[in-house]
């Protein structure tokens, strides 16, 4: 599968299983209504340093392992 030319919505955590012989970046964006939302924080298992969403929602991962199992975690004040 290509994970880059696939489009994904997702309500909550996810879990997504890198595998291959290299390492991968994970990239997507944080909506709501349609629209991106800023300012949100995306954490990701197995690193201490979240990311931030920009402008427009967007976020990315880079440099990410193969054959390993992650979960993503969108959070923002004042959202459930």
Known sequence: ??????SVTVTN?????LTGPTTY???????RNGTGLSGVTVARSGSATPVSTD????YAFT??????????TPSRS???
Do not use: E, H, Q
């Open 55 to 58: 402008a427009n929602g967007n």
């Open 78 to 80: 004042g959202y459930a």
């Open 1 to 6: 599968t290509d994970l880059a030319n696939n």
């Open 13 to 17: 955590n996810f879990t997504v299983t």
């Open 25 to 31: 970046s994970l990239s997507g964006t944080i909506t």
């Open 63 to 72: 440099g990410l392992s193969a054959n390993t199992t992650y979960t993503i």
